[in-house]
């Protein structure tokens, strides 16, 4: 999942514009979510927005002209939860289930979505820039925020993981990051739960770090803050479905550790930045053994290879990882012997994000990052759609 700071120093006029504060964002007398005419289905394309290649197993389940959105996450009851973050724009509903025909109902309730100077005091209790949804493997849903609204600063107290029943919205457990773990200038990006050891294991995308998180006395670390795996790769420009990725200075996007997954098995964490080539692992067990200095741990350490820069990683039960490459519009796996292997190449994939795997179907979000303002010189391009497409499992 794209962590996207250079959105947030591309200039104070792109916030306001959005009704977006800083400090305390409150929401817009527009409702974006609701107001959004739902995009058409496309079969012949358009100057802006791709066709549907004849053969393509991605069948749409969602899409939106705004707000942005980067994440999804499918419980097994087949419930579909989106997440809007409060970067560009300011959603009414940063957590939303996503219903028939592109509605949205905020997540576990408009309470939690509300986010202003009323409720600037209960930080823990709200939404204040949701970068994640994840399910576990009982079916419970895990919320991440790294409470940066506009990629910006995080608010005091702000940081959290949250754990909710997804059948009835209950707010089941609250992890609060101090401000050691997750600082002024951190964003927490992506999360894997680990229920065999009752961990969750994080990707921190702002300063380059991981977090691991003792889910039973809430206690959390921050790891390998100054490891080269953290790090985005210098020198290289990265490009979405051929545009270079620059900033309003006409500097290259550097981007910290982002993809994260976890093994099957619980044994490896994989992960890798997204400005990068490379995707490396660590044993969980050592993540989880506070006993080794920083030092000790990067030796543990591995590179498995050669990948596409690649925003979000998944795994399944063979071992294979999935990534999204969004130099190539495509969906990719790596395998266990290192072959690169596209699973489908379609046009419609712009930015694909993050995956979410369900016993019979691939989920994916698009968050169409290369089409935003803040990467093409202060102005957005036409035909950006924020997408959730579903295929069936690969074999």
């Not at 289930?97 to 600037?120: F, H, I, Q």
């Not at 996007?253 to 997954?261: S, T």
């Amino acid at each position: 999942m794209l962590f996207s700071r250079p959105i947030a120093a591309s200039g104070a006029a792109l916030l306001a514009a959005t009704g977006l504060l800083l400090g305390s964002c409150s929401s817009p007398a527009r409702q974006p979510e609701s107001a959004a005419a739902p995009a058409a289905s496309d079969t012949t394309g358009t100057a802006t927005n791709p066709a549907a290649p004849a053969n393509s197993p991605l069948q749409v389940v969602a899409e939106f002209t705004a707000p942005q959105m980067v994440g999804v996450a499918v419980e097994p009851g087949g419930k579909i939860f989106a997440c809007f973050p409060r970067w560009d724009y300011n959603p009414v509903y940063p957590i939303a289930e996503v219903g028939p025909n592109n509605t949205l109902k905020p997540y576990p309730d408009a309470n939690w979505c509300m986010w202003n100077d009323s409720v600037k005091n209960e930080p823990l209790k709200h939404w204040i820039c949701p970068q994640t949804v994840q399910t576990d493997k009982q079916g419970m849903l895990w919320v991440l925020d790294p409470a940066a609204p506009g990629l910006k600063f995080t608010v005091p107290g702000g940081p959290k993981l949250v754990k909710t029943d997804p059948k009835n919205g209950q707010v089941l457990l609250t992890v609060a990051f101090p401000e050691s773990v997750a600082p002024r200038k951190s964003y927490l990006n992506d999360v894997r739960i680990d229920l065999q050891h009752n961990y969750a294991y994080l990707t921190e995308s702002g300063l380059g770090a991981l977090v691991v998180t003792d889910l039973k006395t809430l206690k959390s670390r921050r790891l390998l803050a100054l490891h080269p795996s953290m790090k985005a790769e210098k020198g290289l420009v990265i490009k979405a479905a051929g545009h270079p990725m620059l900033d309003l200075q006409g500097k290259p996007a550097q981007f910290n550790v982002d993809g994260i997954a976890l093994s099957t098995d619980n044994t490896y964490l994989y992960y890798c930045p997204l400005t990068g080539h490379k995707l490396y692992r660590i044993k969980t067990a050592a993540l989880r053994d506070a006993a080794l200095t920083d030092a000790q741990l990067a030796r543990q350490v591995e590179i498995v290879g050669e990948i596409p820069a690649t925003d979000g990683l998944e795994i399944d039960a063979a071992n294979n990882v999935y990534l999204t490459s969004f130099k190539n519009s495509a969906l990719m796996r790596r395998t266990p012997a290192g072959k690169i292997e596209t699973l489908v190449q379609d046009d419609r994939l712009q930015w694909p994000d993050t995956y979410s795997f369900t016993a019979n179907a691939l989920y994916v979000a698009t968050s169409a990052i290369h089409k935003t303002a803040s990467w093409n010189k202060g102005v957005g391009q036409p035909g950006a759609r924020f997408s959730i497409f579903k295929m069936a499992v690969p074999r």
